[in-house]
């Protein structure tokens, strides 16, 4: 009687799970699937408010995707995104990971502290940093350039990630560099060796949201650039597919499409570890 009491309870236990768990995942992938429903439809199936919205009433269509790289330099927007992108995560990872090390290993308490204070450079609004970057920008004569962007997004970017960084650094044992200089090699050596490959999930957190905030950043980008051919798809979008209070729905939904799916199906890809390295980084920072 009790085995068929427990089993009874562990089938409720486990329906009620992928209940809730269906639902979130549902709740949580809404917008993707308005945006996918959305980009396919035509006008006429669109904005007929009769018609279901979840469902495709008339035959799908590729007329918005062919509208935005024929009409629009969706591509090009793509590729400085794509530029801007990658050198940020670079110029963030060069910087912040021997940064991180530095103030764990060398600094003592000093460099902890310091650390803390570097963290709390990141909660600065960025709107309060706008009128010095502004001014830095100008003085520097890159005004209407990508590399705007490229020098102005590590400064929001480097505090958090070595604030994150730091809390790997602290938790990898200090007798596994001790033990790899006792074998021949230098403090860069195993610096390199040792602590790089044990800290794959907090760079690969500082890549993702390096790269996340280069494509939703929309303010400076409006400000710095303002040749369209130089245009970041945050900006670029909205900009050429909202004329006045006329919504291009479906272009406007492809392209926001387009430029979120590589991102979410890395992070799908490396959830776990994106999760494990801000979770420990937050814990041990």
Same mark, same amino acid.
């Given at each position: ?30 917008? =993707? ?85 570097? =963290? ?107 040749? $369209? ?52 980084? $937050?814990?041990?920072?």
């Amino acid at each position: 009687m009790n085995t068929k009491t427990d089993l009874l309870k562990e089938i409720v236990k486990n329906i009620t799970h992928y209940v809730v768990l269906g639902v979130f995942a549902l709740f949580a992938s809404l917008p =993707f699937l308005w945006m996918l429903i959305t980009t396919f439809k035509t006008d006429a199936d669109l904005y007929n408010r009769a018609n279901n919205p979840f469902f495709f009433n008339q035959a799908p269509t590729l007329a918005h995707i062919e509208h935005l790289f024929t009409e629009t330099m969706f591509f090009q927007w793509l590729l400085n995104t794509a530029i801007v992108g990658i050198s940020v995560v670079a110029i963030t990872l060069a910087l912040a990971i021997p940064a991180g090390y530095s103030l764990v290993r060398l600094g003592g308490r000093t460099g902890e502290k310091l650390g803390i204070v570097i =963290f709390l450079t990141y909660l600065v609004a960025p709107t309060i940093l706008f009128i010095p970057m502004s001014r830095v920008i100008a003085e520097l004569g890159l005004q209407d350039s990508l590399w705007s962007l490229i020098l102005v997004f590590p400064s929001f970017t480097i505090p958090f990630a070595i604030w994150l960084l730091m809390g790997f650094f602290k938790a990898i044992p200090q007798d596994l560099e001790e033990a790899a200089m006792i074998d021949g090699y230098s403090r860069l050596g195993a610096f390199i060796r040792m602590v790089i490959p044990i800290s794959k999930s907090g760079i690969l957190t500082v890549v993702i949201f390096s790269f996340t905030l280069v494509v939703q950043e929309y303010i400076y980008t409006l400000t710095f650039v303002t040749s $369209a051919s130089r245009y970041t798809v945050s900006v670029g979008v909205p900009t050429f597919l909202v004329h006045g209070d006329v919504y291009n729905w479906g272009a406007l939904m492809g392209g926001c499409l387009i430029a979120s799916l590589p991102i979410a199906i890395v992070y799908n890809f490396f959830v776990d570890r994106f999760i494990g390295g801000l979770t420990l980084g $937050a814990v041990k920072g």
